[in-house]
């Protein structure tokens, strides 16, 4: 066997004990980027998310609102007159929390009633509160998912 002295051993044992920091360091330094990396990617994923949504619960009050406003003209109520208000309340409903779907399509049956009624302005305060309920239901909604970020 090698026969070593105390001050070899001490250099060895440095060496090595340097060369296991490095190591244990780099490996570190590398999976803290790396995850802080991930949670940035996850953020900016879950706010562009939150915004589409956003984006849709606004199209879609403005399709109804606007639905609404064109029952106050002289026309008949036609399927493809529906058709937008629907398919943006199927989205609506695919993403949204069961609040804010159930408020969406109520919203929606009002503003059909408020078209094919005789008595517009008597709907108006119904057609309000089903609209109010609506946006409070997605300011909820936005709420949460915020606050989960």
Known sequence: MFNMDNQ???AISGIVSTLFAAV?????????????????????????????????YTEFLDEVNSFVY?????????PTSVTPMMALETKVAMIANSATSQAASQLCSVAIEVHKSNEKTSLSDKFMRARDTFIKACKDELKLLYEKM
Not at 70 to 78: G, I, M, Q, S, V
């Open 70 to 78: 064109r029952a106050f003209e002289p026309e008949d109520l036609k």
């Open 8 to 10: 070899t051993l001490i």
């Open 24 to 56: 244990f360091t780099g490996f570190l330094t590398a999976w803290t980027s790396i995850r802080s990396k991930k949670l940035e990617a996850s953020h900016t994923i879950s706010i562009s998310l939150i915004e589409r949504r956003e984006s849709l």
